[in-house]
C-alpha cells in the first residue's frame, strides 16, 4: 500500500490546517486510515484515524478541534484542524493498516505567529 499526502506548510496561529492522504494503487478497502505526527521531543502520537465503516479516534490534544472524513470506495481521507496553535508543529504522517502498518512520507506542518 503506497500512501500519498497532501497539504501541510506554514500555518498562522488560529488558523486551519487542511491534509488529504490518499492509496492510489490499493484496490483494497483500507480498514483504517488516519494521521499520526511527530516532533523532536516526543513519539509519534495519534492525531486521529477512521476505519472504513466511519468508525473515528482522535487524539487527546486535538479532540475537538479535528475532523477526520473518509471517501471508503477511493481510499482517501480528509482531515481539517482548526484553531491551530505553536504545539501543533510537527512532521505529519499519513498511515494505513492492512494486515501490517503502512507510513506515508511525512509533511511538514509549521504554525507559527
Known amino acids: 500500500v503506497q500512501l500519498q499526502a497532501s497539504g501541510g506548510g506554514l500555518v498562522q496561529v488560529g488558523g486551519s490546517l487542511n491534509l488529504s492522504c490518499t492509496a492510489p494503487t490499493s484496490s483494497i478497502s483500507i480498514p483504517v486510515m488516519g494521521w499520526y505526527r511527530q516532533t523532536p521531543a516526543y513519539q509519534r502520537e495519534l492525531v486521529a484515524t477512521?476505519?472504513?465503516?466511519?468508525?473515528?479516534n482522535y487524539g487527546r490534544s486535538v479532540r475537538g478541534r479535528c475532523t477526520i472524513s473518509r471517501d471508503t470506495a477511493n481510499n482517501t481521507i480528509y482531515m481539517q484542524m482548526n484553531s491551530l496553535k505553536p504545539e501543533d508543529t510537527a512532521v505529519y504522517f499519513c498511515?494505513?493498516?492492512?494486515?501490517?502498518?503502512?507510513w506515508g512520507k511525512g509533511t511538514q506542518v509549521t504554525v507559527s505567529s
Open positions: 498511515n494505513a493498516f492492512f494486515k501490517r502498518t503502512y
Open positions: 477512521i476505519s472504513s465503516n466511519g468508525s473515528t
